[in-house]
């Protein structure tokens, strides 16, 4: 391939360039390994490019210090060595089988291109060679003195060829294309740009999923009818539900201890998972408060009543890693209150504690690393406050005792503690503050570094500043939804009444939903801090959860029921 073109991509605010070549060695491998030799030929010829790299270097460069050269010389036949170094491998091969008495393999090994490149660069040593192979085909063997330098052996002319091999060929992975097609299809999922396959086939060449989930990112609007419902069956009722990262999934948690995903456009169990087909289901030995997707989607941190908490692989549903006691008894009677966060790179997680701890836990360790004390109530809610500035994300906790704190990672010890009341009076211009209630939800604002909205068990959350403890806007059950309610919202509907959950439309932030004690869902919109429309949502006795699609307009709830009701726009 003369002059191979650079294709240029957009990387975030830059870019990086490839070069042609390696596209077309990318296709050469998979064609070799699929067995399409001829294909790959004829593609070698056309581009004059080769793979120009080995699966197994270690291997290769062991079979040249062996004098496996059967193995030796196929290796290589896809693989561009310098010139002096491809003309020594194929030399002392020749010497070899000349020694083994092999003078008619010898002789077709002579007619390889790099040893007649070798005729025209250096006729004397190529004559030696010729001369040497001639009195192997005619004798059986070599016969006469060592081709090799005075006092080198063998052994040490093999030594020398394996180096030159080994500083000239470079290895690579098996299966590369499929590899980046599988983590560029992994992203798409990720950004909302395609469904998780759960089964389905999807045509890369495309783009097309196949499904009508597969679809970019919809414009963020709050929901207001009704979409479908899970149902758990009964005896058992839901106690904390999330969707996967890229929306293939609704993860239920159980009273009953199990944990199980859902489809959540059909609200089935996802019997494409062989675990769940073949009943296998991921199971806690206590009910399960909390639930926590890895930010990637291939993992997923639950924790129950007893204080165990286990990480899963979605993908098999094996447990991969358990800590029997990870907290201690993870709500008070009555209270179930418990919270699990991942930190961005996956490498730990914490988890909130009825006895006002928040502790964090290494995945590779399998121990406690920290644990965080401060707090006089129980723990309800924590987070990683994600900060490009430095160099580890700060640990944020919602407690019973109405504040928040943000730790030290390193050093456990508190940084700031937020008062949602007392940052609101300073908000309203009040005296006098309210009274501090137990924070329900600590939500980090996405594309802010420390900006946080603070809901507690009040009828107004806040969006707050949490490194300089100021609140910035508020939201509040009182105020007058801008779209005139329903009927069903007008008649549930008590003005001032209690949040008892929150989440955020995603994947921009563009909402902020409040779920109010009067089983109503408040939608404010968060850029004028104004109450957009309110939402009925009356299944049940009490709702006590909702969770929000990353990529879609659907909103799940759940109460004493047994049953999660979604939601759409």
């Known amino acids: 391939m003369a002059a191979a073109p650079l294709i240029a991509s957009d990387i975030g605010i830059g870019s990086v360039e490839i070069d042609a070549s390696d596209v077309v060695r990318l296709v050469l491998q998979f064609l070799k390994e699929h067995g399409l030799s001829s294909s790959a030929a004829e593609l070698e010829r056309e581009s004059g490019v080769l793979v120009n790299a080995v699966e197994a270097k270690g291997r290769l460069v062991g079979d040249v210090r062996s004098g496996r050269w059967d193995a030796v010389l196929p290796a290589l036949a896809s693989v561009e060595l310098p010139a002096e170094a491809a003309a020594a491998v194929h030399e002392h091969a020749c010497y070899e089988l000349c020694d083994a008495g092999e003078g008619d393999v010898a002789r077709e090994l002579l007619r390889h291109k790099t040893l007649q490149k070798l005729r025209g660069a250096e006729p004397e040593r190529f004559l030696r060679l010729e001369r040497a192979v001639g009195r192997a085909a005619a004798t059986g063997g070599y016969g006469g003195e060592a081709p090799w330098p005075r006092g080198e052996t063998r052994e040490s002319r093999r030594a020398a060829v394996a180096d030159d091999v080994a500083g000239a060929v470079g290895a690579v992975a098996p299966g590369r294309l499929v590899s980046l097609l599988g983590m560029a299809l992994r992203w798409q999922a990720h950004c909302g740009d395609l469904r998780g396959s759960g089964g389905r086939r999807v045509d890369v060449f495309r783009g097309d999923a196949g499904d009508p989930l597969s679809r970019k990112s919809e414009e963020e609007r709050p929901p207001k009818r009704a979409a479908g419902a899970v149902r758990l069956g009964a005896g058992s009722k839901p106690l904390c539900c999330a969707f996967a990262p890229d929306g293939s999934a609704l993860i239920t948690g159980s009273s009953d201890g199990f944990v199980e995903l859902w489809d959540p456009a059909s609200c089935r169990l996802r019997t494409d998972l062989p675990y769940q087909r073949d009943d296998e289901l991921l199971m806690h030995d206590a009910p399960v408060l909390a639930l926590a997707p890895s930010l990637d989607g291939t993992a997923l941190a639950s924790g129950d009543r007893d204080g165990c908490l286990k990480v899963w692989r979605l993908a098999t549903g094996q447990c991969a890693r358990k800590f029997p006691k990870a907290q201690q008894q993870a709500a008070s009677a009555g209270a179930e209150e418990s919270a699990v966060a991942w930190s961005r790179d996956g490498s730990q997680l914490l988890t909130a504690s009825s006895d006002g701890a928040v502790r964090s836990h290494g995945l590779k ?86 900006k946080f909205f ?77 109450l957009d429309r309110c939402c009925p949502i009356d299944d049940a006795k009490d709702v006590v959860g909702l969770a929000v699609h990353p990529h879609r307009n659907v909103v799940a709830s759940f109460g004493d029921g047994d049953k999660l009701l979604l939601w759409k726009s």
Request: net charge positive; with cysteine.
């Open 365 to 450: 360790s399998g121990r406690t690393l920290q644990q965080f004390r401060g707090h006089g109530g129980s723990v309800s809610a924590v987070a990683y406050l994600r900060s490009s500035g430095e160099s580890s994300d700060a640990v944020v906790s919602g407690s019973a005792d109405g504040t928040v704190r943000v730790w030290d990672p390193r050093s456990a010890e508190t940084v700031s503690t937020f008062s949602p009341p007392k940052a609101l009076a300073k908000l309203e211009r009040r005296a006098v503050a309210d009274k501090e209630r137990a924070v329900v939800a600590v939500l980090q604002q996405p594309g802010s570094e420390s």
């Open 454 to 530: 603070v809901v507690d068990k009040s009828p107004t959350a806040v969006l707050a500043d949490l490194r300089t403890g100021v609140a910035v806007a508020a939201f509040s059950s009182r105020d007058e939804p801008a779209k005139p309610p329903s009927e069903a919202a007008h008649a549930l509907r008590k003005p001032g009444c209690d949040f008892v959950a929150a989440a955020l439309s995603r994947p921009r932030g563009d909402y902020l939903y409040c779920l109010g004690e009067d089983k109503v869902l408040y939608c404010f919109h968060v850029q004028s801090a104004a």
